[in-house]
Structure formats: C-alpha cells, structure tokens
C-alpha cells in the first residue's frame, strides 16, 4: 500500500507540468475530437452519468486509469473544478499559420481569423477559443510572450472547443499581420476611439484582433491594422472585458458574412 502511494505521489510531481484537461465534458470533448489521452485520474466512489461516458470513452481508446481520493485530485488540480475527472494529454500541438488558411481553403470561406494581442488571463484565452469556433473563425493567433498559452484552465474555459479551433502560436504578431496581409486578409483592431462595428464593412478575408487586458492592442499592432472598430456602448463604465469585446465584434463579423 505504502509503496503505490509513493507512486501516486510521484506521478503527481511529474505531471505538475504536464498538458492535462479537467472536467467531465472537456474530457469527453477531447477524447471525441481525437486527441491522445494518455492517462485518466478518477475520483473513487460512486460514478453515475457523464463520469460513466468518461470511462467508456477510456475503455474505447483504451486509456489507462486511476482511482484516487478527492483530496489528492485537489491537489493535482490546476483549476479548482476537476469534477472527478483529470485527463493528462500528448503535448498540446500548435498549428501552423498555413494550417488554418488550409481550413479556410477546403471549406470554400474566405478566411476568419482572431488574432490576440497579449490575452493574460487563461478564461478569456478559453472563452474567446469558445466564440471562434461559434461563429466559424478558421483559427487563433497568439503570441509566444507575454501572454498565456495552452493551460488545463483554458481549455475548460473553452468547454472543449481548443480541440476543433486550431491555435497558432506566433513569436511577432506585426510580422504575421504582414505575412497575412499578403494572403489578402484585411485587419481591424477593437479599441473603444474607434468607428462604430456596425458602419465597417468586415466581410472578406479578415483579421478582428484583440488588445490585452487593461492595456488593449499595442500600438504597433493597431498601426498594422486596416481599420479599428468601437462597440457601441450606453452605460457608465468605458470598457468591456475583452473576451466580451472579441464574442460581441465576432458576431458581427459573422452577421455580415452571412447576410
């Protein structure tokens, strides 16, 4: 007994820093879309409804799995809402920018792309992942520095969406800007000094590009772009959070593109 501790224990050190999913939905999502789950952690007890698909879809791929009290799940948890359920997953693996313009091409749509200028909290990363599959964008964009990446957080903020959107992680987002501009995609930025949405025409290959919190887009991006686009606003406040503005800008880029 003491010695299958000291393993749980270790296996728990060693995959701290690991890519793991947590939540009964983000699992099933992942094991659905085709990622590889190499190991599943399972609150011992009674399991009844989405648990029970879990471990079918463990059974399917044929996953190894572990039962383990809830207090060591805690512990392992990088959310602080496992569910009973934590997946650790081969490496998260980035696209390429020509991979989402391939995305674009096969499905006949002119390209749709969300481009994040610095996103630091991992639920907004996971809930804008969550709007671009929504409203169709072909893909994601964030910088290599100074912004969060692929994290157990974002991906159960996406509620499974990161598994169907493909990310792009970038080292210069004014270069990409400019590699893109070369494929014909037009650029707005958001930024509350801008024109209202809903008098730009966004329609065609476009870039909607999205500034960090507090700070917005930097001022090298939002030179690079084509045009900048406010959201209307009647209250007192100035400014809405940015995974708001990027779901509320989305939309009505999807408003024009289908009318």
Same mark, same amino acid.
């Given at each position: ?14 995959? @701290?820093?690991?890519? *793991? ?11 659905? &879309?085709? $990622?590889?789950?190499? $190991? ?7 399991? =009844? ?5 879990? +471990? ?58 969300? +481009? ?41 903020? &996406? ?9 792009? /992680? ?7 800007? =400019?590699?893109? /501009? ?20 966004? *329609? ?13 887009? @930097? *001022?090298l991006v939002r ?11 009647k209250g007192e406040?100035? @400014? ?11 939309? =009505?880029?999807?408003?024009?593109r289908t009318q």
């Amino acid at each position: 007994m003491r010695r299958d501790t000291d393993r749980t224990h270790r296996e728990i050190r060693e995959e @701290s820093g690991s890519d *793991r999913i947590e939540g009964r939905n983000a699992v099933i999502e992942a094991f659905r &879309s085709g $990622r590889t789950v190499e $190991r599943l952690y399972i609150q011992s007890g009674p399991r =009844e409804g989405a648990m029970n698909t879990v +471990l079918r879809e463990a059974d399917k791929h044929g996953t190894t799995v572990r039962y383990l009290p809830k207090d060591k799940l805690d512990k392992m948890s990088e959310t602080g809402r496992h569910q009973g359920v934590i997946a650790v997953l081969s490496a998260y693996h980035y696209a390429e920018l020509e991979d989402v313009m391939d995305r674009a091409r096969q499905k006949g749509e002119d390209p749709f792309l969300l +481009l994040l200028d610095g996103i630091e909290d991992p639920h907004n990363l996971g809930a804008i992942i969550r709007t671009a599959n929504l409203v169709g964008a072909h893909g994601v964009i964030i910088p290599e520095n100074r912004a969060v990446g692929i994290t157990a957080t974002v991906v159960k903020a &996406s509620a499974g969406a990161v598994h169907y959107t493909p990310v792009v /992680k970038v080292t210069n987002m004014v270069r990409t800007i =400019e590699q893109l /501009k070369k494929e014909g995609l037009w650029f707005v930025c958001a930024d509350m000094d801008g024109t209202a949405m809903t008098q730009l025409n966004m *329609r065609g290959p476009i870039g909607l590009v999205i500034g960090a919190e507090g700070n917005g887009v @930097s *001022r090298l991006v939002r030179e690079n772009c084509d045009m900048v686009a406010s959201i209307p606003q009647k209250g007192e406040i100035d @400014s809405l959070n940015a995974s708001v503005a990027a779901g509320v800008l989305a939309y =009505e880029i999807l408003r024009q593109r289908t009318q």
